[in-house]
């Protein structure tokens, strides 16, 4: 098994969770706002609360390249 990325979240199943998030928002081009959504979306879940601490967000939002598209981190 390859090693899991760490997004900053608590658990293995979080990171995973944020990678595949990550994974298929730079598939998609999506942007840091529709991404954030999605972190606050699973951050409902209990296991996933952390979703979005600032830690995290500042890890996916440099992952999904949104600061070299100069998006605002602050949505």
């Known amino acids: 098994m390859a ?41 409902r879940i209990e296991e996933y609360g952390e979703a979005t601490d600032t830690a995290v967000r500042e890890v996916v939002y440099d992952a999904i390249g949104a600061g070299e598209r100069d998006e605002n981190f602050w949505v």
């Open 3 to 43: 090693d899991i990325q760490d997004y900053g979240m608590f658990t293995d199943a979080g990171n995973i969770m944020v990678g595949c998030i990550v994974a298929g928002a730079k598939a998609a081009n999506l942007t840091w706002s529709q991404v954030y959504d999605m972190l606050h979306t699973i951050s």
